[in-house]
Every structure is written in C-alpha cells, then in structure tokens.
C-alpha cells in the first residue's frame, strides 16, 4: 500500500465535529466512541474495556477516549479505514497536530446554526495573548496550538491502541502506523546502562514530541491573600483552605463525606486518585471553622444532612454534590479578578512548598500525605522556581549597584608584629 499522499492538503485541513465521546454514567462502559451515525465504534469499545480490565481509573477511559475521537475524525474526513491506515496517515495526523490551530469548540446551544449568527466571545484589552506569559503568575496562558505534552499523550494512546489490536490479530491490520524510533528497535532499550545511574525516561515514538519539563508553582502568601478574600461564600473558603493546608488534589477533597471532617482529630479524609483507597489527612484549625461556617449556613437552606451524604454541595437549588468542573470554574472566577492563571493544582503544589519549607517536617511524611509511590517524586520540588530565580538575580544587581555607588577604599596594611618577628628572627631585630 502507498505511504505517500502528495495530493492531501493540510494546510487547509479542519477537524471535523463528527462522532462523540459519550459519557454513559455506566460503571460498566464509562465512555462510547460514537460514529456521525450514533453507532459505537468496535475497537475503541474492546481497548477502553480492556483497559478498565486493568483497574485503571474511571477518568482514563475519558483521557484516552479523546485522542481516539480525534483520530477517527482524521480518518473520517480522509474516508480511510482504522486498520488501513500506513505512516503517512500517522505522519500528517502529528504534524497536523504540531502546525495547524486547535479547532474553536462551538457551544452546545449554537450547534447547528449558521456562524454569522453566533455572538463572538468577550475579549478584554488588557488580556494577555494566546500562549504568552500571564503578567501575574508568569505562567503561560493556553495557546491557540497544541501543547507538547497533549501531543505526546496522543501519539502513546494511538501506539498502544494499534498495538493491542496487532496482538489480537484484528481486522486486516499488519502493522503499527504509530512505529518506534528506528534505531532502538533493533537493539534492547538500555542495554549500554550504567548501574551506577538511574534510568533516563526515552522517547519511544517516532512522531512523540519532546515535552518540557514543567517546573510546579506556588502561590505566594500575599496573592493567596488576595485571591482568599475574592472568594464569594464559606464554602469556597473552606475549600480553599482545605486543599492549601491537606495538599489533596482537587477531585480527591470532593470525594469527602460529611462523616469524613473529624474536627476533634483535626483530620477530614478523601479516596485517593489512583489507588482509591481511603486516607485521612491532617488539616489546620482555620480550615475547619470555614467549614464550620459552610455547614451552618448550609443546612438552613435544606441542604441534606447525614454521615453518608457529600461534604460539598452546590449553592442553589436543585442541591447537587459539586463536581470538579464547578469548582474550578468557581476558582477561575476568584483568579480573574487578579487577572492571574493559577490552577486548583497550584493549591497542590503550594502546599507541598509549605510542608518542605518546615525543617521540622520528614519528607517521607510529606509523601504519605501527597499520596505520592516514590520519595524520589518530590525532587521536582528542590528545583528553583521562577520568582525565586527572578528574586535572587534582582538581589545580585542591588548588590553590585551598591558597591558602584559606594567603592570601599581598601584597608591599610597592617603593620609588622614585632614579637612575630623576633621569634623568626631573632631579637636582633628590635
């Protein structure tokens, strides 16, 4: 079969909104990959079971599902079939993916309608542009192309996907278009290893892109201060507060019963994310009167009460558990008004800077709470940060301005002791 297709155009290509990723509320099948005709496409079905077979979390069907849906949609336009697809198809999927814009996402209600008729979205003057550095965090905003990182996770889910169906023999497929780098196929990866040194993690894919290493950042005191005080109610203060002083990621703290916040051991527990155990983690003392507050407030307005019952809850009626996309839009809001970008993963971060920066504090201590397998996870932490590189550099000009602005003549010679001399030389000296 040809590899090559000179006549493709991708310049002008654009992704379709074709098929979907069907969220199915069945623990069962979490997700469907539908076809444009609502029909469940065969082999995204048997790899996403598979890898719940695998005890994988929930949410990874839906992370994988996505790059699928993306790559079907490649297909469909193209009218190749899934196990007809060669390197050339691959090739132009990733280059595509590293050169073209991201598809603007047409919202729910406009869907159907004609373009000229759909309002164009708010912009403020003062926002900074797609992919550049917000002033305030100095973190990148979200560009208009696909991050390295989204495009290295797509071409490891297609790799493995053509390769468990290679191994299942289906369809006509013969060979994997999402191929190895050439030249570690032939020999054993790591086979001129160095015991003495630890294993470097390689790029294994032909089209994975090198992603940078990402450095975590912390919210400094006084913008979290900042950011405490734009909160709009004592549930959001309590979340907040609970996720600075337990370093639990953002969807484990939702998963609290009310049961869950013992006040008098001054510990609330969550499900971890990966292994969906059951942990308890120590909280301070102001974390627990916010949500102290939230509750009383709560339960006036007819919120359910009970030990089994979900810890947080939306603020309007019809009463929901909050999910994780409510709450992150509700810290995106409290951001806003600082103009800044900070994640509800940098609450995370932010509280793990807090437990290293006490040398009081293990740091196998600091790895039970975070949850994390390895001690070694923590390293990242011990790299510079960008304010504390920017901080230390402007600390080393005020100093060097500072002896310009004021040279210190050198110090006079000190004068010969005579006793050290009479002892070397005699005392003929004097």
Known sequence: MPDEHPGRDLKSFVLPEIGQLLETKDPWEPFQLLDPFGKPVQPAAVYLKDMMAADSSPLTPRSYGMDLLRWWRFLWFFGIEWDRAVRGDARDFMLWMKLADKPARVHWRHRGKDPTQIPQPRTQADRPAPGTANPVTGKPTVGKKYAPSTRAHCETV???????????????????????VRNRRSSRTNEHHNPEKEFQRQRTGLYRPKVPKRIPRRIPDEKYTEVFAGLRSHRDRALL??????????????????????????????????????????????????LRLYQEEAWKKGVPRGRTQPLWWTLRRPWRPLEYDAARMMFKRANEVLGANW??????????????????????????????????????????TRDDVITAGLAHHARQQHRRESPSSAPPAPAYNPESLNVLFGSRLT
């Not at 484990?252 to 008098?264: F, H």
């Not at 609450?347 to 793990?352: E, G, I, K």
């Not at 600091?366 to 790299?383: A, C, E, F, M, P």
């Open 343 to 384: 994640t509800l993963h940098d609450l995370r971060h932010t509280a793990t800077f807090l437990l290293l920066d006490d040398p009081s504090m293990p740091a196998v201590y600091v790895q039970h709470i975070l949850g994390h397998k390895y001690l070694s996870t923590l390293d990242i932490y011990n790299r510079p």
């Open 158 to 180: 297609l790799r493995t996907f053509y390769d468990f169906h290679l191994e299942r023999n289906t369809g006509s497929l013969l060979v994997n278009p999402f191929p190895l």
């Open 241 to 290: 507060a609970f996720w600075v002083a337990t370093g639990a990621r953002a969807e484990e703290l939702l998963t609290s019963r009310q049961a869950d916040a013992i006040v008098g051991q001054q510990t609330i527990g969550v499900i971890r994310k990966g292994t969906r155990e059951y942990q308890e983690l120590p909280s301070a003392p102001d974390a627990f009167v916010w």
